[in-house]
């Protein structure tokens, strides 16, 4: 493969909601340019992008695949994102290392939940994009509709730079305004297209739409504008260079026609990539840090070399590769460079350019450029490769939260490090996952973006490395804590043959403002108690704490205070004020009108306006409390607290009452006590519990 230089590199990530047609888009993009011999298809499982074995059978994106192809003597990459809502945060990890979005619209189904947030995602990134509304050649495609509907989520900056002959089954025709020439493409698929004149009743139309881009391309620039203003017009070359600066300024996003299925379009999509698309330079610097300082680098081969890896995976006949941008420099197989987080050294062995599963060694890349890495030993998504001479730490991609949580059990005791390694694999190579063991629910925690992204989580655990775990609700952590103030005095003594043991303890509780904790304090006078044995109760304090006393749970926002007590010179010991300490808590504890915390989480619920009745019911059915509702394009969102305990696989019944369309946010808020007949629920479980077990 030849060597691309910065300029003659196209770094493009498709977006869209699922079954948008991305993956089709892409396959078209790749044939049309000569790098397969046949249009991939999803129905088949021979499309290039999806590989892996449960894309192929879910015949759906799971994860962003690498592809590349040469069109006009430059080469494009091109990352395939997937669009369903479990695993369409993945968008959000590549927006930064892409340098133009290519947003795909169903004709028939138009602006979709998914299609708001990778655009929100390239908005906070301030990636240019192409808008492509794709499959017009569905019965009921409607291109002024969905282009209507665009403008009125994104703005009036959405302008068609191509536009549809005959959408419908017999699609096969686009005007493109730009160059003002009709392009009608072969039926067989091959993506061929007979150059024409607009006829004749179009053109007053085009002209109309030309003279559209136009007005935006000149607000775009001062020059532009006040020569618009003057002579009424600009020339092709002063609109095509304003068109490229336009786009990479977010302030005009070009819509282009497809079908992507039967290939009718991709060459001219093509064409617009590489002409108006802005190159891996475009920024002019990235940014970075070092050591507290800031950091920049120009995205040329003259200066050092750094390389951020935004993608890791494991792959059979491989290993484990890094997918990496080289964002200064360049990159040669055999070089030694830094990595800037940890200080570990690596050596860049095998170099790759992608193309789905097949992978082609390179021996060199050019600053801007986009490939792959085997066999790193400490390197992981987020960290910044480079020079160790000029160290620079890119910042690092930031992901969204998981909303869904499950705790797992080994079904074999014998496979826990097998399951921990297997996991920490797993959630290296994916990071919109977690994992983590809570030491008080005393359960390993697996957080993940939706039920089908946990699910094929815990499938690749079992095809990799051959263990198999048991899903369970993970435990809530609940709270103790007292509304009034109480005392107790509490008396042990233990006579066993020899020494035996001796301790009261006297102690008052009170409670304290939400959030303080457990406080410990004593106002001991005189000679009762030795103060040596003050550390021995507050142990007992904190063990009962622990524990827990009224349903096992953490204790919190109680201030304990050992005011008196009795001694033995010889029977009191450590030991002895421990258990005291510990029976004089639990005892003021119970007697203080102890209840039970809950944690209240902040819901963000985002779906089409049609389902807010039942959305909204439902979360008062969960005992949650409506904040607000909030517009978000075309879509609601709506603000809720609601209690932990009612969020349990949310995100499943979510999309079952939107019929896939709706999504959700949650993060904790605070602790508020829980409703008495929920309390004596849990406490009575509790008690069942330990009844079991004893």
């Known amino acids: 493969m030849k060597e691309f230089q910065t300029n003659e590199i196209r770094n493009i990530a498709v977006f869209g909601h699922a079954s948008s047609g991305k993956t089709s888009l892409v396959e078209a993009l790749l044939y049309t340019a000569g790098l397969t011999n046949r249009l991939g298809r999803i129905d088949e499982g021979t499309t290039v992008s999806d590989y892996n074995e449960d894309e192929i059978v879910r015949k759906f994106s799971i994860s962003s695949s690498l592809l590349h192809c040469e069109w006009k003597k430059s080469k494009v990459n091109i990352i395939d994102a997937p669009g369903y809502l479990d695993f369409i945060s993945e968008s959000k990890a590549i927006t930064p290392i892409s340098d133009l979005g290519l947003i795909v619209v169903h004709a028939q189904s138009g602006v979709e939940l998914g299609t708001e947030l990778v655009f929100n995602y390239t908005k906070q990134d301030e990636l240019p ?40 089954v017999d699609f096969d025709t686009i005007i493109d305004i730009l160059s003002n020439k009709q392009y009608t493409f072969s039926k067989d698929g091959k993506g061929t297209a007979k150059e024409e004149a607009v006829p004749a009743d179009m053109q007053e139309k085009v002209n109309s739409l030309r003279e559209q881009i136009t007005e935006y391309v000149a607000e775009s620039d001062d020059a532009l504008l006040e020569k618009f203003f003057e002579e009424g017009a600009l020339s092709d070359e002063e609109l095509m260079t304003g068109l490229k600066k336009a786009i990479i300024t977010r302030n005009l996003f070009p819509v282009f026609t497809m079908s992507a299925f039967q290939n009718v379009g991709a060459s001219t999509l093509l064409d617009s990539v590489i002409k108006y698309g802005p190159e891996p330079d475009f920024r002019g610097k990235v940014k970075g840090e070092y050591k507290g300082q800031a950091v920049e680098r120009k995205i040329i081969d003259d200066e050092p070399t750094s390389l951020m890896v935004f993608k890791t995976t494991s792959e059979k006949h491989v290993g484990e590769l890094s997918f990496f941008r080289v964002m200064s420099g360049t990159v040669r197989s055999g070089i030694d460079l830094i990595n800037s987080k940890s200080g570990n050294n690596e050596r860049i062995n095998q170099i790759f350019v992608a193309s789905g599963k097949e992978k082609l060694e390179v021996a060199h890349l050019h600053a801007g450029d986009i490939g792959a890495v085997v066999k790193l030993k400490k390197t992981h998504t987020n960290d910044t490769l480079c020079d160790s001479k000029s160290p620079i730490i890119f910042a690092d991609i930031k992901l969204p939260e998981p909303v869904l949580q499950v705790a797992i059990e080994p079904k074999s005791r014998d496979d826990e490090e097998k399951i921990n390694a297997g996991l920490q694999t797993l959630t290296d190579e994916d990071p919109t996952a977690t994992y983590h063991y809570d030491p008080e629910l005393k359960q390993t925690i697996l957080s993940g973006q939706g039920e089908l992204h946990l699910t094929i989580l815990l499938e690749r655990l079992k095809q990799k490395f051959n263990v198999e775990v048991e899903q369970l609700p993970p435990r809530i ?41 457990v406080e410990f304090t004593n106002s ?94 439902d979360v008062s059915v969960r005992r949650g409390k409506i904040q607000g509702v909030e517009t978000e394009g075309s879509f609601q969102c709506i603000n809720a607290k609601v209690p932990l305990a009612e969020l349990y696989r949310y995100s499943t019944s979510l999309r079952s009452m939107t019929q896939g369309k709706g999504m959700h946010k949650q993060s904790f808020s605070h602790y508020e006590p829980m409703p008495r007949e929920v309390q004596e629920k849990v406490v009575a479980e509790h008690k069942r519990k330990r009844e079991e077990e004893h």
């Open 477 to 517: 952590p609940y709270r103790e804590t007292i509304r009034k103030k109480a005392e107790s005095k509490f008396r042990h003594k233990k006579q066993s043959g020899g020494a035996g043991q001796f301790a009261e303890v006297w102690m008052a509780v009170e409670p304290t403002e939400r959030g303080a904790g």
């Open 524 to 617: 001991l006078v005189g000679q009762n108690v030795d103060r040596v044995f003050v550390p021995s109760v507050e142990k007992g304090v904190k063990a009962a704490c622990d524990e827990g006393i009224l349903a096992g749970y953490n204790v919190t926002d109680v201030k304990a205070n050992f005011y008196d007590g009795k001694m033995h010179p010889v029977d009191s010991k450590d030991i002895a004020f421990q258990i005291a300490g510990k029976g004089a808590f639990k005892d003021a504890f119970l007697e203080a009108d102890p209840i039970l915390l809950e944690p209240i989480y902040d819901l963000s619920v985002i779906i089409p306006e049609e389902f807010m009745g039942d959305i909204m019911g």
């Open 129 to 168: 994009i192409y808008f492509v509304i794709n499959m017009l050649d569905k019965e009921h495609a409607n291109f002024d509709k969905t282009l209507e509907a665009m403008r009125e989520s994104f703005g009036k900056q959405v302008v068609p730079v191509q536009i549809p002959v005959n959408q419908g």
